[in-house]
C-alpha cells in the first residue's frame, strides 16, 4: 500500500507570494492533517480535515489554510508569504473519525521563504 | 489541556548502552500517548502508542515505553542502541480520546546520538 505522498518536496518562494502544498493520504484514510515543523516552534498543529470538512484548526493566521476533496486528497495554501513562514510542512492521515487512530506522516514539503 | 515535556533536547549514548528518552504528561483525562521518530529530511514514523490497553507497550525496532499514572510519565526505552537509532524522538498526547479530532500535540523533540 503507497504510503502519503507530499508534492512538492521542496519549494523556495519570496516574501509576499503564496504557495499550494498538496497531500495525498493512503487509500482508504479519510482524515488528513497538516503540522508545521520548524526549529523554534517544533511540531505545530495547522489543521484537520475530514470528510471533505475541516474539523479542527490550529492557532495560525488567516493566512493559511486548507481544503480536501472528495477522494479525500487536501491541499492547503499560505498567501503573503513571510519570512517567518519557513518550514517542513507534514501531513499525516488516517482512518475514519473515531477512536484515536494511527496517524501516518508524509516526507514533508520544505519550503523557503526569501 | 494536553501536553507533554521531553526532558532533555540531546541525549548521547554509546553504541550497545541503554537508550532511555523522557516523557511526562500532563492531561486532564485518561490519555492517549505516542512515540514517534524521524530521520533526517524524512516524515514522522509511529514507534509505539499507549492506547489504555497495557501499561507496558512494545514497538518496533526493539523499543517499548511504560506509562506511569501516578508519575504521569511515559518514558521510551531500548536496552541495546544501535547506530541505525540515531534519530529524533517525539512524544505526543492526543488532544481528544473521544475521536473528535485526530490533533495530535508534541514535545520538543529528543535528538538522540549514538557514538561508536
Known amino acids: 500500500k503507497a504510503g502519503v505522498t507530499q508534492t512538492p518536496r521542496y519549494l523556495i518562494k519570496t516574501r509576499g507570494q503564496q504557495v499550494t502544498l498538496s497531500c495525498s493520504p493512503i487509500s482508504g484514510h479519510r482524515s488528513v492533517s497538516w503540522y508545521q515543523q520548524t526549529p523554534g516552534q517544533g511540531l505545530q498543529f495547522l489543521f484537520e480535515y475530514f470528510s471533505e470538512t475541516q474539523r479542527n484548526k490550529g492557532n495560525f493566521p488567516g493566512r493559511f489554510s486548507g481544503r480536501q476533496f472528495s477522494n479525500s486528497r487536501s491541499e492547503m495554501n499560505v498567501s503573503t508569504l513571510e519570512l517567518g513562514d519557513s518550514a517542513l510542512y507534514l501531513c499525516a492521515s488516517s482512518l475514519a473519525g473515531t477512536g484515536v487512530n494511527e496517524q501516518f506522516f508524509g516526507p514533508g514539503t520544505r519550503l523557503t521563504v526569501l | 489541556a494536553q501536553s507533554v515535556t521531553q526532558l532533555g533536547s540531546h541525549v548521547s549514548v554509546s553504541e550497545g548502552a541503554l537508550v532511555l528518552l523522557r516523557c511526562n504528561y500532563s492531561s486532564s483525562v485518561p490519555p492517549y500517548l505516542f512515540w514517534y521518530v524521524q530521520y533526517p529530511n524524512q516524515g514522522l514514523q509511529l514507534l509505539l502508542k499507549y492506547t489504555s490497553a497495557a501499561t507496558l507497550v512494545k514497538g518496533i525496532n526493539g523499543f517499548e515505553a511504560e506509562f506511569k499514572k501516578s508519575e504521569t510519565s511515559f518514558h521510551l526505552t531500548k536496552p541495546s542502541a544501535h547506530m541505525s537509532d540515531a534519530a529524533e524522538y517525539f512524544c505526543?498526547?492526543?488532544?481528544?480520546?473521544?475521536?473528535?479530532?485526530?490533533?495530535?500535540?508534541f514535545g520538543t523533540g529528543t535528538l538522540l546520538a549514538v557514538q561508536p
Open positions: 505526543a498526547v492526543s488532544v481528544d480520546a473521544g475521536g473528535a479530532t485526530n490533533k495530535l500535540i
